[in-house]
Structure formats: C-alpha cells, structure tokens
C-alpha cells in the first residue's frame, strides 16, 4: 500500500521529504562513499551535521545564548533521573505538578532522589483539566518546579508558561516541542524525546540555562551529567549519530515550511478542525476542558464504546493509522504533530462523519 | 564516489546488503505504509521485529535461557556506571583490569560507585600486552571482576576468558562482540555499544545472568535498572526503535554469511593478512605483543611518521577511509570489523606495499 496517514502517538509519523532524502542519502552521503550511520562522530562531516543540527534547532526555537542545547540518548523517562540527580544541588526537595500520566511517572522517580512536593494534582478530575496557577502550592525552598507541558496521553497542554518566581522551572515537552513558540527564557531545563516532533526514537533533547549547571550529585553517570556534555559538546560519549542526522533533516524541513510561527499556525488549524468534528454531536467525545486541550494529541471516546472495534477496522481500511487509545486509558486517539498534514486530519474528519452517519 | 572502504573504529562501516535493504524499506516496511521509525514500540509490527532481531542475537551467540538480553540506551559509557549501580548489591568493592584507554574509563567511573581494586594494569608498558592471570590481585570478595576484552584504541584483545571462581566476570565487548564464539555462561554479565559489530551508534546490548538482577542501588534510574528492564521485555521506555531493526538486519545478514564460527575465520585471515603486512619489513610497526593482538582494531605507526599526511592521502584517494589513528596515540589504525569485506583489506595491504615502495 502507499504511505498512511499515521496518528501513532511516538515513535510518530516523519515527514515523507525528510524520509525521501534519508532514503537517497542511506548508502552515501553527499558524495563521502558513506552512510551517515557509518562515520566517526569526530570526523569533520559528522561535526558539521551535528553543528548545523544545533544551529538549526536554536533558531528554530530562539533559545538564548546562555543555554546549552545537548543531544543526549535515553528518552525522557531517563531525565526523570537525571533532572534531580543533576538540579538539586544542596537542596532536598523539587516541587512537582501533576497532570497526567507522564508527569506522575515524573513524580516516581523523583522521588528516589528528593523530597517532590506535588504542588498541585488534576487526578481527582482524571487529569481532564490543569489546575490553574493560583491553586498550586509551591515550596519557595524547592530546586525546581517540573511541569509536563503536553500530556501525550491524557490530551492537556499548558497555553501558558507557570510563573515560578526565583525556582527554575522546568519542562517535559516531549510531545509538543517545536509545535508552537516558546519563551525558552522563562525556563530553567526544558527536555524532549525526539520521537514525537524532532526525529526518531533514542535520541533526546536537554536544554539547560548555563547557570544550573555545575550542580550535579557527584555519583551522577558522566555521560547525563549536564556540565560534562556541555563541556564536551554532547560528545562525550558517542551520540545516536543517525538520530542527530534526521533530526536536522527534520530542522531543515520545518524552516522549508516556514518555522515555528508557521507550524503553529498550520497546528491551531489542525486541532480546531478536530475538536470541531469530535465536539459536533455527542457521537463522539472529548473528556478535556476545552482551554486546555492538546493540539497535539487528541483522545476522543465513542458513545457506545460497542463500535470501536469497528471504527478502528474502518479507518485502517482507509488508511488511518494506529488511533487505538493508549492501553491505561481506551477509547482512540489521534496524535497530530507537526508532520501531519492537513490533508491526513481532513481525511479522519471524513471518516468520523462517515462512521457516524453509518451507525450514528 | 562509489562506497568507500571504510576502517573507522566507530560508528563503523555496516554491511552494504543491510543498508540496501534498510533503504528500500524505510517509507514503506513490508506494505504497512511506514517507515519502522515510524512505528509504535509497542504495536505488532515493530514487537514482531524486535522480538526476531533478539531471537536472532540469543541463537547466534549461543545464549543460555538464564540469560537476559536487554537492548538499551546509552552507549558502553553509559555502563560503566550501571553496572556497578545494578550488579554490587551490598558490596563495597569490585575489581577492574585496565588493559587501555576503554578499561581504564570504566576504573575512573566505577569508582564514584565504590571502592575500585584495579587486579591488574598494563598501563606501564602503554597497554602493549594483556597482563596474564596469574599476576591478576583479585580480592575474593568483590561484586565482580571487570575486564575491556577488546581495547579499540589500543588493539589488545583477549583471546582467553579468565577465571574469577565464585566473582561474576564481567565483560565490555563493544568492540568484538559477535566477531567470534563466546562461552556466555562464564560471564555474569557482558555490554557492548552497538556501533561497531551490531549497528548504529546510540543501541546498548547488555547479556546478564538472570541471578544478578534485583540487587540494583534504590536509586538506580529506572530506564537503567536491569530488573526493570528484563521485566518489561526491554521496553519500560521506548526503545531506540530504529537501531533495533538495524540490528536486526545484521544479524540476519550474519547468518547468511554462516554465522558466527564463519565470520570468525574470515575474521582471523582479515587479521593474519594485515599484520604479515605490517610485520613484513619494519617499514610499519604494531606495538602489541603478538599473542594479544586484536581481530577487530589494528594500530600501526609509519616509522617515519613524517610520511604520516601522505599515507593518509594516498589512502583517502584509493577510497580507503577513516585511517587515522585515535588522537591519544596518534599514528594509523585499521578497524576490521565483521562487515569490512576481505577486498577491503586486501585493498589496503597493497597500499601498504605500494606505499612503501614508494617511499621506503
């Protein structure tokens, strides 16, 4: 069959010219007799991919000078270790808001290494909604305030940076980075898998104000202990080179398409058009507060959950890939990053009219 | 150009079959209509082709069932912290035997973790030997014995496993695993970096006794742990998808080729063929004592290093790539790992010869 339309929530969809280019470039690249999987990290044309890597993905995002972008491996279950092992400095204690399941996995790990304060939880309201600002109680003595910007499987987003006075906050945005502007300015520590927006799985993205660094516990591994990769230029140990790779392919098509500014605009367009069908009738459903709805990721329940079997049946017969709900919660679920074309969200807004009006 | 012969010591050159194949199915695995980068971990598709690739690995060395096998993240940098964080349980102490620059980076990391008897070094001789057992200082109470049994940089290699009686053995192979037999079951536990034998750069392998899990550090990372992992099938976080199937090709690449038994004798003529070359006049020169030379990475230095730059272009010329020795001991080095083809080294031992005829 021809290419899908893949709703996968991560590893997801790429870009088909990314994939084409990584296709015609797999054997040799640009003339060097050579995969990009086969080169020394040291050598001068892996440097120079990894360099414009960097380049490519502090402009995109206008990350200040005086943040240190590292290209690191272990996925962002990892930081949840490294954060605190190399954050809490002298302090005993991070302060922890929890809005769905990936921050309170954030949460359990933590707490191998700290005292976490759950600044504020939205579980009593299944994670529907995220508790406003002012209902959060925070520690003033806390290393770090952790937010999860974008639950990937509960469907919220923040569409506000927290104000966390003089506590550097910090930010899993997994599944969201890159989908939209950030004032990199008002964090601390934002990290990433890059399999959602930036690339494949198995590389991961830290972006650390230069200030936080220096601080880690002296048993920290070297190769996540922030300061050293710095230091080293994340090569300290070798990076997932091809991963690198294909995340600057994937830089080089979002400014193609016209940057972050653009992608947003194309993302809003996307979700809205989403909600709007979901929202239309009460054939189907979105359990979360509208403001806070995830434009990247949309779970979505049947009325009579009776025909989802047959929905999924459906929609892969069109070629309407992986939007079977995440096991710990059901129902279905589109995941609509940034490399989802409008042509693929219009194509499930097709199909979820015509199911409805199938069995509706 | 055309391919190169690429001697590069890592990320290293993979099998031309693998990568044809990895490029014609990398937007469209087998008519799903995705690329495998594209692929939930946990969907059938890509549990079917991790569940081969580590099928594959377990039959082609021979792995007994009370052994777990774990693809993880990280590179071998990443181990020699958790290993000592997974394997001392309420030990104090482990003992190290630095053999080079790779055994020697374990020792500095190991001990953050705890108290390091280094039973063994060759250090004083720069690593031109592997100290024999009988001079090992084991200390019959260590976690376990650690050994490097292939230095990249260096060139030493073992060629015998050595007995720690009662003390788990435990075995960096990054750089020769898969390159001949092993008797897995007088290991506890063996890790390698993928980037040389196995595939791309930013994959994990680690092979541990079932009986040495469990006694992890309370704050071991969890995506670290090797409980966690072997409990969750390797998947308690999201693989480094793509380099799995990458792995996967070559070990059915291996196969074809005959296994492991025939990619060692290939391995040993590769070996033979270039250090007669070298041995040849004293023209170049190895540094190792013979019997502890390595298959895989074979350093060699002009004796008029003066000659070295043109060596170097004369070789980058004929397309035999990636030459240069490792910045710590300068000179030349000649990785010949499974996929370097007998051509290639044949290719280089007559720019050896004609090189010196030229300049000799």
Sequence with gaps: MGRVFNFGSGPATLPEPVLERARDE???WRGTGMSVMEMSHRGAEFTGIAEKAEADFRR????????KVLFLQGG???QNAFVPMNLLGGKT?????????WSRKSIGEAGKYCKVNVAASSAAIKYAAIPPREEWRLDPDAAYVHVCTNETIDGVEFHWVPDTGAVPLVADMSSHIMSRPIDVGRYGLIYAGAQKNIGPAGLTVVVVREDLLGRARPDTPAVFDYAVQAQAGWMYNTPATFGVYLAGLVFEWL???GGIAAIEARNVAKARMLYAEIDRTGFYRNPVRPADRSRMNVPFF???ERLND???????????????????????RASIYNAMPVAGVAALVAYLREFEAANG
């Design 26 to 28: 797999l054997l040799d």
């Design 60 to 67: 995109l995002l206008a990350i200040p000078a005086h943040y």
């Design 76 to 78: 962002a279950l990892a």
């Design 93 to 101: 204690g991070a302060d922890y808001v929890e809005t769905g399941s």
């Design 255 to 257: 400014e193609a398409e």
């Design 302 to 304: 049947l009325a009579d």
């Design 310 to 332: 047959a929905f999924l049946a459906g929609a892969k017969a069109r070629g309407l890939a992986q939007l079977k709900g995440h096991r710990s919660v059901g129902g279905m």
